[in-house]
């Protein structure tokens, strides 16, 4: 399990979309990414709650809908993995987990049941953490899911990170 902290999450599938939540409340893949607070609960169960820094709500999936939205009230997701940092967001012991469909901003996420592999763009599935450790003159140390990376501080800064 991931240790708590402030990320970006990105899809696995269509790497340059981020959790975004708009104003309205919904959240979606967007090109530019909300630092997203991971408070671990449960870390051997992989149970933590996510609040969106930028819009001041918790991160949780409508049971009516079965969507991804802001809430003033947190809930408990399972973050499950299947190796190579990849992660899929769910309710825990519910097999209806996160996915964006479309890689083109605005693309709601939504929550179904898990496509096996085989199935076409089942990765839509996975997501990807990074969390900024710290500064070190023009080098920043990011920690991207399980691999930790140098990238020099001018690259992140013509990004946007």
Do not use: C
Not at 22 to 45: F, P, R, S
């Amino acid at each position: 399990m991931l240790p708590s902290g402030d990320y970006k999450i990105q899809n696995f599938l269509h790497t340059d979309r981020f959790i975004h939540m708009k104003a309205d409340g919904t959240v979606v893949g967007y090109e530019e990414a909300d630092i997203i607070q991971l408070h671990v609960t449960d870390a051997a169960m992989g149970l933590a709650t996510l609040f969106d820094k930028l819009r001041n709500q918790y991160i949780v999936i409508d049971n009516e809908t079965g969507h991804v939205v802001g809430s003033a009230e947190s809930q408990v997701l399972q973050f499950s993995t299947e190796g190579d940092g990849k992660y899929i967001i769910h309710i825990m012991n519910v097999n209806e987990v996160w996915l964006l469909n479309k890689g083109k901003d605005w693309t709601p996420i939504v929550t179904a049941p898990a496509p096996p592999p085989g199935v076409q763009d089942y990765e839509r599935k996975y997501w990807l953490f990074a969390e900024f450790l710290s500064f070190f003159g023009n080098l920043t140390v990011v920690f991207v899911s399980a691999h930790r990376v140098a990238i020099p501080y001018g690259i992140l800064a013509a990004r946007g990170v």
